[in-house]
């Protein structure tokens, strides 16, 4: 799933952040200083609030290293197909060259 920062969902953001989220978006908006109508807005339209700005990176890294994890996880399934594939095709040349 994709993660989103908006700092402050006014009338364009919120209808960005909307559209994020309806295309399965994780879209976060930063709460701090923002007005009862910048909340509604937010809440509206599904997006999910930050305290603060800290706040917001901190699960944007944290989404990128699940994300990157995953990625790596990936890698290290090929490369253990690819190592055992290498070995049944080096079993397979030993036994036609042993006939």
Do not use: Y
Request: aromatic letters at 4%.
């Amino acid at each position: 799933m994709k993660t989103i920062a908006l700092l402050h969902p006014g009338n364009m953001g919120s209808t960005v952040g909307a559209c994020a989220a309806f295309n399965g978006a994780r879209v976060v908006w930063v709460s701090e200083q923002r007005s009862a109508a910048t909340r509604a807005r937010a809440q509206r339209n599904s997006l999910v609030e930050a305290a603060n700005l800290a706040e917001a990176i901190q699960g944007l890294v944290h989404h990128m290293r699940t994300e990157q994890q995953m990625i790596r996880d990936w890698v290290d399934s090929q490369a253990e197909q690819h190592r055992e594939v290498r070995r049944l095709l080096e079993i397979l040349a030993r036994e036609r060259v042993d006939k």
